[in-house]
């Protein structure tokens, strides 16, 4: 523990992306002393290149097999952590900040978990390449540059939106996506929290005002169901940046808020 605080920070990845779309972040927290974590989801650790030829392992993912994976991973740590998650991974660490995960927790543009029901057009025409055909579930699909950049990049200068998408975009999986799609219609979804539970660890909601594929709005609703709780839940947005947070421009100034509330909020949480 850093003075009593975490040492460690663990990043967790979202759909159509791996660990690799952290790479700026994890170099800057490096830079600040910590132990940097940024593991893919199950099967995706490899190269962007290797996993545009061969979409087999993303093909295959689940959401149930990925939580297991981060859960073991934190549980696994001498101390809690600090677990920040995009997208879908920030769907993903509120569920392991439910199971008494980490020692702080900050989410950005999150994936919605049960409970929130808000689905904005601009989401449906994100997602729409991986819900036009749901009885193929186990399928990877790869978005077109155009696709990505409407989703992730649509703010980015044209050169910026190109190399984002030829450096980081994958395959992404339209069992994981249909898992967040039916949430709210499958009452044993695995992507589901106790909003009133008192002992999780802080949360803070980072929001992109610009973003197509999580509007701000979305997450506004998803911290305002935390409202009953006695643990910290904090919403900032960010006008005019995109989903693809962490990339755009400007990313330093959300990387170093991040840490900064954080490192503030953390508490000497251990997992039970």
Avoid: C
Avoid at 101 to 108: K, R, Y
Avoid at 147 to 165: L, W
Avoid at 223 to 246: C, D
Wanted: hydrophobic share 40%; charged share 20%.
């Amino acid at each position: 523990m850093r003075s009593g605080k975490p040492d460690t920070i663990v990043l967790v990845h979202g759909l159509h992306l791996n660990g690799r779309s952290w790479d700026p972040w994890a170099k800057r927290y490096e830079a600040r002393g910590y132990r940097v974590l940024a593991p893919s989801w199950p099967g995706l650790d490899r190269e962007v290149a290797e996993l545009r030829r061969d979409p087999a392992p993303v093909a295959k993912q689940d959401v149930k097999d990925i939580l297991a994976h981060y859960e073991r991973i934190v549980r696994d740590l001498p101390t809690p952590p600090i677990i920040i998650g995009h997208s879908f991974g920030g769907a993903f660490v509120q569920i392991l900040l439910d199971r008494g995960l980490g020692a702080a927790g900050v989410v950005l543009e999150a994936a919605a978990v049960r409970g929130v029901r808000d689905l904005p057009f601009s989401t449906l025409k994100s997602a729409w390449p991986l819900l036009r055909n749901p009885i193929a579930r186990h399928t990877a699909v790869m978005l077109t540059p155009s696709q990505f950049n409407y989703g992730f990049t649509n703010t980015f200068p044209s050169d910026q939106a190109k190399r984002a998408y030829e450096q980081y975009a994958v395959p992404g999986s339209r069992n994981v996506l249909l898992a967040g799609a039916n949430a709210n219609l499958n009452p044993n979804t695995p992507l589901r929290v106790n909003f009133r539970n008192d002992a999780r660890a802080p949360l803070l909601f980072i929001a992109g005002g610009a973003d197509h594929i999580v509007p701000a709005l979305v997450n506004r609703h998803n911290a305002q169901k935390y409202a009953g709780s006695k643990a910290i839940v904090e919403l900032k947005e960010y006008p005019g940046r995109a989903h693809f947070t962490m990339l755009q421009d400007g990313w330093e100034e959300v990387a170093d808020y991040a840490l900064a509330w954080a490192e503030q909020h953390a508490t000497p949480h251990r997992p039970s």
